[in-house]
């Protein structure tokens, strides 16, 4: 049985969905760089979850969302002198190629924010029928005092959660005003940039509502499994769960959080903000997709990953002799072999994809012929690395 941890509960436990097909969202990109390769990892740690899921029989509904409006947007497009539309279009497209060359099994949906306004004024109209949320000078906010389990998801301490909205792109927005300095903007009425239309006025959504807006529309109030990169967990993930459960009386708004963490360089977190970023195409310039997803899956999705370049070059070797030994022949069912049962006992145990890797390169190197053509599938349909 597959078992995986929940950020929320602090433990790992035995998947059992609640609907099928499986509902997954996975917080996407908002395209203002080129895609580095924390947002691989992230990305990929999905894209074999749903891949295993897939694999033994159970269908998935996965939503990923683009979040084409947004002040770090707005401010890199005037920084470029370019449009906002543009760049994030343009950023978009290169994303897509680079997940494409990965082998990338792509979501059901891909909401775009700009295309979802509507969806936002419906449940920001909802919150505020509910006493959930107030309208001041600045905007419409959340009343996180109506939460009654706010932060039970990141567990921060209010002065930490202070420090971390402090260094938000958006935070010179916020309205002094506000209750509470954790509340958050669920509509900002701002002078300029673009803006849409609503009962409160000529504005633009804040960043947290995008996805409970998406998250009900395409998946329903209560989805299995919500995941993201562990740097969402406080604010975006929280202030989702407030809102989410605020609007639609449904607790608990998601049944398992998935964080996958960072990717470092030189012990930095690597991030578009602080500029020390690899990026997936000047990888592949020198290694395969296969060896770059073999690379970046040869680490448990929750520890934080420190980028090596001569592990890379491991990583290429590795999955030459990985093609070398699996590469030619027919791919067959998953069987019940010991090599096969192995990499998915990896899998399930929280997907563990590093002993999964390992389990399945011992496997090809002592499998008898029969049991290749399972190995196959595990090797190109699951895991990607073939």
Not at 161 to 167: C, F, K, P
Not at 285 to 309: I, M, N
Not at 350 to 358: E, H, K, V
Request: hydrophobic share 40%.
């Amino acid at each position: 049985m597959l078992r995986l941890y929940d950020t929320r509960r602090r433990a790992v436990f035995p998947f059992r969905p609640r609907s099928s097909p499986i509902t997954l969202y996975v917080c996407g990109v908002t395209p203002y760089d080129t895609t580095h390769l924390g947002h691989a990892r992230t990305f990929l740690t999905f894209d074999v979850l749903v891949r295993h899921l897939e694999a033994g029989g159970r269908p998935v509904r996965y939503a990923q969302n683009v979040t084409d409006i947004d002040e770090s947007i707005l401010q890199r497009a005037a920084r470029d002198g370019v449009s906002w539309r543009d760049l994030g279009q343009r950023e978009e497209r290169e994303f897509l190629a680079d997940m494409r060359r990965l082998g990338w099994r792509p979501p059901d949906v891909m909401p775009h924010a700009t295309r979802e306004i509507p969806s936002m004024r419906a449940m920001i109209d909802a919150l505020v029928a509910k006493g959930g949320a107030y309208d001041i000078k600045g905007g419409v906010y959340f009343d996180t005092s109506r939460a009654g389990h706010y932060g039970e998801l990141s567990r921060f301490s209010a002065a930490r959660m202070l420090r971390i909205l402090a260094a938000q792109d958006d935070a010179a927005l916020d309205d002094p005003e506000r209750r509470d300095p954790v509340d958050f903007a669920l509509w900002r009425r701002v002078p300029s940039g673009p803006r849409w239309p609503s009962r409160h006025g000529r504005g633009r959504p804040g960043w947290h509502i995008e996805c409970s807006a998406m998250a009900l529309r395409y998946l329903g109030p209560r989805i299995d499994i919500h995941g993201g990169g562990s740097d969402l967990i406080y604010p975006h993930h929280e202030n989702e769960i407030a809102q989410s459960e605020c609007a639609t009386g449904q607790r608990p708004f998601v049944g398992w959080w998935m964080h996958a963490g960072p990717v470092r360089l030189a012990g930095e977190k690597m991030s578009k903000s602080l500029g020390n970023m690899v990026f997936v195409r000047t990888a592949l310039e020198t290694t395969t997709p296969q060896a770059l997803r073999l690379y970046l899956l040869d680490s448990h999705y929750r520890r934080p990953f420190d980028h090596d370049e001569a592990k890379l070059v491991g990583a290429e070797e590795r999955a030459s002799a990985l093609a070398e030994t699996l590469g030619r022949g027919a791919i067959g069912p998953l069987g019940r072999d010991a090599a096969t049962r192995e990499v998915l006992a990896a899998l399930d145990d929280d997907l563990d994809t590093r002993t999964a890797i390992r389990a399945l390169e011992r496997g090809a190197r002592r499998a008898a012929a029969g049991s290749r053509p399972s190995l196959r599938h595990l090797a190109r349909r699951v895991l990607g690395i073939l």
